[in-house]
Every structure is written in structure tokens, then in C-alpha cells.
């Protein structure tokens, strides 16, 4: 990995600590301010949604389209996407995962 500073970074009087991660409105970051940490913590608490979706689904049966659509875009999607805009332009695979795991499920060729 990169090495990390040798500066001493003061604030007043006071020496700051250097740490291997940082939560900031919701983001976690890690020293080197990539997101991964975040997409990780975010893709965990959407699967975590889509399971309470698909319970949801198991319970009414015979939902259509529009409505699966509607709760995933309600409960699973502002969780996943959260501070999206500010990842850039990689790829994260467990947002993915989270995101084929919502289509098989409502296609009916998901893993058991």
C-alpha cells in the first residue's frame, strides 16, 4: 500500500492522530479518501433492505412489476445510492450484487 506521511499535522497545539478511517456525514473513508469502505457499509444495509422487500413480497404473492419496483425504489435505493454522486466513476461490485440480487429474486431464478 501507499506510505503514509511522516508530517506532523498540528491544529493549534494540538498534534492530530493519523487513522486508518474517517465517518463524515454517513461516509466512511479511508486514509487514502477512496470510498470503498462506504460502498461496503451502504451495500450491507441494502441487502439488508432488499431482504425486508423480498419478506414483504413472500407475504402479498402475486405482486406485479410496478409495485416491486416502487418498494425497491422506495426502501432499497436511497440506501445503495446514498453520496452516489461523490463516488466517481468506479465500479463497486457489492452494489451490483445488491442490485442482480433485486432482479432474480423478482424474476424467480435467484440462488437458494
Known sequence: GAKRSTYD????NMKLEYTSSYKYL?????E????APSTTILADAAGRALGGVLAKVKVLKDLGY???STLYD??????LDYAAGV???KNYDKCSV????????FLG???F
Not at 32 to 35: C, G, N, S
Request: aromatic letters at 16%; charged letters at 10%.
Open 98 to 105: 445488491i442490485q442482480n440480487r433485486a432482479i432474480r429474486c
Open 66 to 68: 410496478q409495485t416491486y
Open 74 to 79: 422506495a426502501c432499497v435505493c436511497p440506501v
Open 26 to 30: 454517513g461516509l466512511h473513508l479511508d
Open 32 to 35: 487514502h479518501l477512496t470510498f
Open 9 to 12: 499535522f498540528m491544529f493549534g
Open 109 to 111: 431464478v435467484h440462488r
Open 87 to 89: 463516488w466517481g466513476f
